[in-house]
């Protein structure tokens, strides 16, 4: 199997570049991001090339809380959000941006957020607009939390970019049932990701079973990195042995 790093949860401590290239020597063929905005997109792309990873994607900004994009009357902070996520990632050669919905609920939140999905897939048809559940404990009054509200959201937008980010750790908390979520959710995901349950942590703890769920996806005829996005307890490249067992 294929790997892509987190970069906002793995190797933290230095700057992002140095980061892209620990994740190249640690054999991650890609990388993602959650708010890489302090970092010129110059210096990013320089240690893309430099490295031959690939950049998979970055997050819109939260705003003061955790996205925008469902939030009514914040319309215009939301689109200006999209639209920096859309710049920084052509600016690096990301083929996806994650849409955040925010602390929201309600017809009008929904709502609001189709439409701001919209707008992201009008203004970068080029590229996959990702959205994500989130759980009720990490993020609890996040709009979004399980697939099948994310199922429903994206056939509502009617735009083909428009996909979820399959978290297992998530989905995981706010269900279980991943073997069949997965199957169910196959033609509408954009990108997967995992970490331990519920510590967040490397995929070789905790109560779910990578072996299981790595070999569905493989099963499924998945073929695209995997994003590695867990919290390291410690030094990053002292959490990666299960690497070599799941390549």
Request: net charge negative; proline share 6%; hydrophobic share 45%.
């Amino acid at each position: 199997m294929k790997f892509s790093a987190n970069l906002g949860f793995l190797w933290t401590d230095r700057p992002l570049p140095d980061a892209i290239r620990a994740a190249h020597a640690a054999g991650f063929v890609a990388v993602e991001f959650h708010w890489p905005y302090d970092t010129p997109a110059e210096d990013v792309r320089a240690a893309l090339d430099e490295t031959g990873l690939t950049a998979l994607g970055v997050n819109t900004i939260r705003g003061e809380g955790n996205g925008l994009s469902a939030l009514p009357g914040h319309e215009a902070e939301a689109q200006a959000a999209i639209q920096q996520a859309i710049a920084y990632a052509r600016a690096i050669g990301s083929g996806a941006v994650h849409v955040m919905a925010g602390f929201a609920e309600g017809p009008q939140a929904d709502a609001t957020f189709v439409e701001n999905l919209r707008f992201a897939c009008d203004h970068a048809p080029e590229m996959t607009i990702l959205i994500e559940p989130l759980n009720h404990h990490d993020a609890p009054g996040y709009f979004l939390t399980t697939s099948a509200q994310a199922r429903d959201v994206i056939e509502r937008v009617d735009r083909a970019g428009v996909k979820l980010m399959f978290d297992c750790y998530h989905l995981q908390i706010m269900g279980g049932d991943l073997t069949r979520q997965l199957r169910d959710c196959l033609p509408v995901i954009g990108h997967i990701q995992f970490a331990s349950v519920p510590e967040r942590g490397a995929p070789d703890a905790g109560e779910l079973s990578y072996d299981h769920v790595f070999a569905e996806i493989a099963r499924l005829g998945w073929e695209m990195p995997l994003g590695a996005e867990y919290k390291p307890d410690g030094d990053t490249d002292a959490t990666l042995g299960w690497m070599a067992r799941y390549r």
